[in-house]
């Protein structure tokens, strides 16, 4: 299987940077993607792109797509709609391209100050969030955020990272 991340940090050269590189995001988008199995097919490639933002940035995403016209940590459009027809051509294209995730790092900043962690930690399982939505996942109740955050921890895990859900 192969995973092509684009990666677009836009606090990259502020006092901000989330001190990931790109090549790290590609090997933990992978990992992940080789745990998701069987839900995903081992032979194909993915391509999604993550962008790193500010909340002013989220907030007018927020608002224009989700009418909600306030900072987010994580967005996440998924190229793949569950309730569309799909056309043969986009399953049969590799890289088959699953769509975006958008994390604002001052929401993360923030979120992993109250929760204890390190901003790295924290970017992580946002990501991993934005992922699972990505490949179909929601938490319409409780029962199915439960489901939702112990995948996360699990993907977290998979990379050598350790975080509480709860």
């Known amino acids: 299987m192969e995973v092509e991340v684009s990666v ?74 569950v309730d569309s027809p799909q056309l043969d051509e986009m399953w049969e294209s590799l890289p088959l391209y699953i769509g975006d995730i958008v994390i604002s790092v001052d929401t993360a900043q923030r979120q992993a100050q109250q929760q204890g962690y390190p901003l790295q930690i924290e970017l992580a399982w946002l990501a991993a969030h934005g992922l699972l939505h990505l490949l179909g996942w929601d938490h319409p109740d409780e029962e199915s955020l439960n489901r939702m955050l112990l995948a996360q921890a699990t993907l977290l895990e998979s990379i050598g990272l350790n975080i509480q859900t709860g």
């Open 8 to 81: 677009q940090d836009c606090l990259e050269t502020s006092s901000q940077s989330t001190g990931i590189s790109a090549d790290t995001w590609q090997t933990w988008f992978h990992a992940w993607l080789e745990t998701l199995q069987p839900d995903i097919s081992p032979s194909q490639s993915y391509e999604l792109s993550l962008r790193l933002t500010d909340d002013a940035e989220i907030q007018t995403l927020n608002s224009q797509y989700r009418h909600q016209n306030k900072p987010t940590d994580v967005l996440a459009f998924a190229a793949l709609e």
